[in-house]
């Protein structure tokens, strides 16, 4: 098992600074009949849920006239005459003003990691930094301030308004000097720079390989036909997700592996350790600027675990325990590679995947590449519609011949029961060139109260699974299926909202709550019922995956647990060990030695796998914890559905109407002790890694406000 790189990737200028691993089938694969049943043709003059074709120029106009929309409408809430203020012409003003805004940006920011024209999609990426500009001017505007603390909320709604539009203002320094504020303003606006150059460079990187038939011997004939032959019979390999995962898992060739890890760990080294370093030591002046110690302190207020030290009091609770599973894992592959070379004294970084490919198929029998010929992407497509339509009373419409910036997307309207559309969801799940390289939801147009209706939430997941073939179409493994129902629970979470307000709403929630709704979803795929549903060989749909077979898949599930949260846990120490110095900080040693603490060993010499860590120059940074974190809170839902069935309907209108829906209209634990009918606890984390943790070291995850 490999570390996840899903994500959300949230808008780094939405008002509250709040996901890789998840199509389109070429016209002769084969398409799931009840998906053609369910379709809907997108008729000529329609409108669009958002605008999905640009000229040259076009994005940048977009965005430069939606600014000077904004302002124009904030100033006039700034002029307004005191004994005229109202909540609803200030508030209730601001919150429309912000999400027209973000409505009309957010759509523009995601052709930057999508849109197939690279001219149009530097475009893109441009609009996402002075977007990013833009809020931090408004969120330090001190005559906007002075408006909105003024006014008195009248009921619990508008009292949940104004507190985090207020929070979001002082967190911006509106508390501090003119001169202060200004310092933070001018540093602000440099790092949405760095960060937006940084997320920029790994769009645009195009690092390959070049390697021999004989050096990807045991790489499926499937995989090969990803790459691209030479004119001398070699093939071209890229870092994109389905060539690395391919060559990382079943090339027999120790060399290849091992030159794939170095590459794939280095990509973008030389501009973006540079930019990260830079950003960091800018983080720490604009944080003790705005009066924190610690840039991490700075994030972590406000957010559920509310402290630094409880984070890190979280993680280190977990070091021990996992560093023993750990080991336990490392001396199993040992042995299989001894079996293999007899010389071997330890299991390298490059060869973890692929031993423990070997291990599934000694220990449970089966093979991925056997497994994979039963999820066809449709298929699963199609049972993961079906379950959410089971779970929250929802269904799925694809919506043909509708405009999309690729060929290979997929629009699909959400409707409720009574068929009304309550949400659009895009699917571009393919890799091409300059496209975002792993996997993510991305907001487009927010849920909300709008001109007496509730709005339409647009979103999209973007993924990269390999793409369909002349003979067959696009095959996902379980670790695919599993992050395409992770990235289906955001979606869920932003379009199922109701809140109220466009800033409060979908996944607009504490930083590390917001992974909680994507980890609980993802279990649904273990479960025996539903692997089976969603299954159906590619020549027949009706061939289900035979339930030996299953079971031998969800039993295997448990090969690599260690590794993986052992590389997640290095990820979040080494995320908050950079957010906690006070001092310029070499980004690849502190990666060196807490990979080493928590593994055993140093990295390959040479890498520098922080100018890859895109989490942290996309709205993780001392934010990363929040994958562990939110594990602790979705584990404990996921039971509460045990005890009751998968599937329960009227569990499922629960969970949808008491976490989903609400946006952030309620804190975190607010929520889930509606829902659990008690504060959740950790232990159904460490059960599920089968870890024991002191119950002192335990307590540190149960947090209340």
Partial sequence: MHTPDYRIRFSRFSWLIVLIVVGLLTAGSLRNTRQEDAADVFVPGEKSPIQTHYSPGEITELSAAAEETANASLSTIAEIPADECTFDNTLIAFDRIMTDYADAVCPLVLMGSVYPDAEIAAEGMSCEESAAVFDTRVYTRRDLYDVLREQTPRNTEESRLYTLTIRAFEKNGLKLSEESLTKVREMKTTLSGLETRYSANLNNDNTTLEFTGDELAGISPASMAMFSPTPQGTYLVTMKYPDYIAVMTYAKNCGTRMRMYEAYNNRQADTNTALLEEAIVLRQKIARELGYSTWADYRIDGRMAEKTGTVMAFLTAMQEPLQEKYRDEMADLLAIKQSMDPTATAVDAWDVIYLQEIQKKQQYAYDEEEVREYFPVDTVLQGLFDTCGTL?????????????????????????????????????????????????????????????AYSVPVMAIIGNFHKPEDD?????????????????????????????????????????????PSQTLEEWVWDPEVLASISGHYTNSSEKIPADLRDRVIAARNVGTGALYSRLLVNSLEDMRFHTATEPVDVTEVWYRTHEEVMGTRPLPGTHQPASFGHLMGGYDAGYYGYLWSKVYALSIVDAFRENGMTNPTLGMKFRDEILSQGNMEDGMVLLEHFLGREPGPEALYEHLNISVSPEAADVVITKK
């Fill in 472 to 516: 067959r179409p696009s095959l996902l493994t379980i670790n695919e299926i599993e992050t395409l129902f992770h990235e289906t629970g955001h979606a869920m979470h932003y379009l199922l909202t109701t809140a109220p307000y466009g800033t409060l709403s979908g996944f607009s929630v504490e930083w590390d709550f917001v992974e909680t």
């Fill in 392 to 452: 929250f009373g929802i269904r799925f419409t694809e919506m043909t011949n509708a405009p999309v910036w690729s060929p290979d997307v997929r629009l699909y309207a959400v409707k409720n029961l009574t068929n009304d559309t309550i949400g659009y969801m895009y699917l571009d799940l393919y890799p091409r060139e300059g496209k975002y390289g792993h996997f993510c939801a991305a907001e487009a147009i927010s849920g909300r109260q709008k001109d007496g």
